[in-house]
């Protein structure tokens, strides 16, 4: 590693700048350097040439655009002669185009935004150096104060100090290409080609008043099949042209040294390394979906600019510029990451009613929502809603849903929670109140937490059992509660057992962490322990093991039956028993229950088969599962579909689909609703009910998930322990008085949100 020195402070002297790429990004952080402080030598190193350039439009937020008005009047009002806005967002799909307005873009050429940053940054005294390769960055920094490194998504300072920025890039599914044409469409344009090779999908948007850029896009399959990767830039040109002719018309496509390519997500864990700071693509991508690129540049380019400004010396700048951008980042790469895998997953979507179909697509990154939408265009969403048949006035999240022979009054369920508050597997006072607060609180489905089928099944000495007739009996003193408080609440039971995850401390005593005495032997697929050399190994289970296992479940099923639960549902994820036979990472058995997924399957199946069978036929049984282990070798995604399809065969009525928690070294990519997707591609690739979870925290989320068709209900875990009542004030808060919420009599007084006090009152006028 060639060793980079830190620059003098800012204050010290005017820096000397160094930027690599004159991109839009670094010829925006050479202008603002220079501009907030005339004395800055600031140089930029172009290997291009200045008209030469890659692509056609560029597409900017109203929020960038006022960053940039903010930050230098002068480029903006140049930028400004050259917008093209819109607010609309077509979407077309066999044979229907519709339309949703109120979402707001402004968009110009990439080449006038060039041309307009290289004016402003001569008008400055910026030195530009066209057609010139940068030296390295590690080399510049000798001789410079600041080195910006702004070279793109291939940046060959990025690869240079790969051992300090520590990159992670991933290459997708996908393949695309950038086209143009002669004219200008009145909104931003979704077209869904449906032809023998599969799916291809044009994004198109005006840049000028007479252009408009085309990227046309198809999986890698799809794209080979199809012959495109044979194909000349013109001929590949003519070719999309002719895949979508409600957008084009019988117009033509034209390329710019257009090829096509797979995108990369870039992640840095590092920004900086001495005095070199990696800007825009080099330091992060964002799939072209969202239209990210060039806005996340721009953002960058002010971050850095304002940052050296403020802070006292170049070190503490660079800190804090890099914690001020990444969560902003992260943030928009999970936004991105939505989008991008929606498009890659679209097989899985086409089939949707029209309105439905534009709903998800227009919601597929999580940043528009149900209730942001209504707002822009309540039109379309009403349309949406009555095509789904929902009433008018009804909130997706409080429609009704049939499993079998029960009917849940709406959407929602408390997702199951371990309490860990039981005595001898015991259910007491605490779940009395625990469940029984939640059902009056709304929930159309409340889940008890995973209930052990035998004292060694347990997680901790304090998880609940249904393996004797005292627990069975407190079970049904809490079942006869919730049906006489709130007669049309549902409640469930989840039947699990621990395996190798077994005879550990309480969550808040050391999650995970083996028990310090009273330790019991544990039972698994195989003989691996959970956390090597912390956890206890468990022993295989034989064969007679296996079937004494099944016969717990199926006695704990029928003491579930008798106590009165609505609902049944066998617990086959985050590492425990059932999911330990179903994970390749956890299950390393060399009979018929190991190897092929088909053999994974085998003991799962057995024991619901087994349940099934004595749970009563009117009541509905689900199956939660890990639908990743978010590890490589583990189970996928495309495993997850199935698993699912494998239970639903064999009577399962909805599959609850968490993930993860299988192995200790997972790497789940955290962020909004981050599990939903892979509950989308269950239910819309086999058709069967699914629950969504997984960081659903608000009403809003519910509903988008729903009308979206992405889900059939939502589990939600800590949003109801932070307000039992949660169902019932997303009720208050939408105005919705219906079936699908009822207020519990004694609580009806308080069914309207509460003044908050003087803030509420109406405001005196003060001026004319």
């Not at 948007?205 to 495109?228: K, Q």
């Not at 996340?296 to 804090?320: K, S, T």
């Not at 549902?490 to 621990?498: D, V």
């Not at 028990?515 to 003989?527: D, I, Q, R």
Request: hydrophobic share 40%; net charge neutral.
């Amino acid at each position: 590693m060639t060793a980079v020195h830190p620059a003098p402070s800012p204050g010290h002297r005017a820096l000397r700048v160094a930027v690599i790429g004159g991109g839009p990004g670094g010829l925006y952080a050479a202008l603002l350097l220079k501009r907030l402080d005339p004395a800055r030598e600031v140089t930029v190193y172009e290997r291009d040439a200045p008209g030469e350039t890659f692509g056609f439009g560029v597409v900017l937020s109203d929020e960038t655009v006022g960053g940039i008005e903010n930050a230098d009047p002068d480029a903006f009002a140049a930028l400004g002669e050259h917008l093209v806005r819109w607010d609309a967002i077509e979407v077309v799909h066999r044979g229907r185009t519709l339309s949703s307005g109120g979402h707001g873009f402004a968009a110009l050429g990439r080449r006038t935004l060039l041309s307009v940053l290289h004016e402003r940054c001569r008008g400055l005294g910026v030195v530009l150096r066209f057609r010139t390769q940068a030296p390295p960055a590690a080399e510049l920094a000798r001789d410079h104060d600041l080195v910006v490194a702004a070279d793109g998504v291939h940046s060959a300072t990025r690869a240079a100090h790969a051992d300090v920025f520590r990159p992670a890039l991933t290459t997708h599914r996908c393949r695309y290409i950038w086209l143009a044409a002669d004219f200008a469409p009145d909104a931003f344009r979704f077209e869904i080609a449906e032809t023998p090779y599969g799916i291809l999908q044009l994004h198109a948007y005006p840049y000028a008043p007479d252009r408009s850029t085309a990227v046309v896009e198809a999986r890698e399959e799809v794209w080979r099949a199809a012959g495109l990767d044979r194909l000349d830039e013109r001929a590949a040109a003519e070719r999309c042209a002719a895949l979508f002719p409600a957008t084009l018309r019988g117009r033509t496509l034209h390329g710019n040294r257009s090829r096509w390519t797979a995108f990369r997500t870039v992640v840095n864990e590092r920004w900086t390394h001495g005095n070199i700071v990696l800007l825009g693509d080099a330091a992060h991508t964002a799939h072209f979906s969202i239209g990210s690129g060039t806005k996340l540049a721009v953002e960058d380019a002010l971050a850095l600019a304002a940052r050296l400004r403020e802070e006292p010396d170049l070190p503490a700048a660079l800190a804090a510029y890099e914690a001020e951008r990444k969560p902003v980042v992260r943030s928009t790469q999970r936004a991105a990451h939505a989008s991008l895998t929606w498009f890659e997953e679209l097989t899985d979507h086409v089939a949707q009613p029209p309105h439905r179909f534009a709903f998800n697509l227009l919601t597929r990154s999580r940043r528009v929502t149900h209730a942001n939408l209504r707002l822009r265009d309540p039109a379309f969403v009403a349309a949406t809603e009555r095509e789904a048949g929902i009433p008018p006035g009804t909130p997706p999240m409080f429609t009704p849903f049939g499993l079998r022979g029960l009917e849940l009054r709406n959407r929602v369920v408390v997702s199951p929670m371990d309490m860990y508050r039981s005595e001898h597997g015991v259910p007491g006072d605490f779940h009395l109140v625990h469940l029984g607060a939640r059902t009056l609180g709304g929930a159309g489905l409340t889940m008890t937490e995973m209930v052990c089928v035998s004292e060694p099944g347990r997680i901790t000495p304090g998880c609940a059992g249904l393996w004797n007739d005292e627990q069975e009996a407190a079970w049904r003193r809490i079942a006869a509660f919730v049906h006489r408080q709130s007669p049309t609440a549902a409640l469930g039971l989840q039947l699990g057992h621990s395996g190798r995850k077994g005879s550990t401390r309480r969550m808040w005593e050391g999650i995970d962490e083996p028990l310090p005495e009273g330790n019991w032997p544990l039972v698994a697929a195989s003989p691996l322990p959970y956390r090597p050399g912390v956890s206890q190994t468990p022993q295989q289970l034989t064969p007679a093991g296996m079937a004494a296992v099944r016969e717990e479940f199926t006695a704990a099923a029928r003491r579930g039956a008798r106590a009165g639960f609505d609902l049944l549902e066998l617990h086959c994820a985050h590492g425990y028993l059932l999911s330990g036979f179903l994970s390749p990472l956890t299950n390393r058995r060399t009979d018929g229950y190991g190897g092929p997924l088909a053999a994974r399957l085998r003991y799962p199946l057995e024991v619901f088969d087994a349940v099934r069978e004595v749970w009563p036929a009117e009541r509905p049984m689900t199956v939660r599962i890990s639908a990743t282990d978010w590890a490589p070798g583990g189970t996928t995604g495309e495993d997850a579909v199935r698993i699912a399809a494998a239970f639903a065969e064999h009577g399962a009525d909805a599959i609850d689909v968490s993930t993860g928690q299988v192995v200790a070294d997972e790497r789940p990519a955290l962020g909004r609703s981050y599990q939903t997707p892979f509950a989308d591609r269950i239910r819309n690739r086999l058709g069967i009910p699914v629950i969504a979870v997984g960081a659903v925290s608000s009403w809003d989320d519910v509903n988008s998930l729903l009308l979206a068709g992405r889900a059939d209900l939502c589990a939600l875990a800590r949003p109801h322990l932070y307000d039992p009542h949660w169902t019932l004030h997303a009720a208050a808060e939408q105005e919705y008085q219906g079936p699908g919420a009822p207020w519990p009599e004694p609580y009806r007084a308080g069914s309207r949100r509460p003044p908050t006090g003087r803030t509420d009152a109406p405001k005196p006028r003060l001026s004319l």
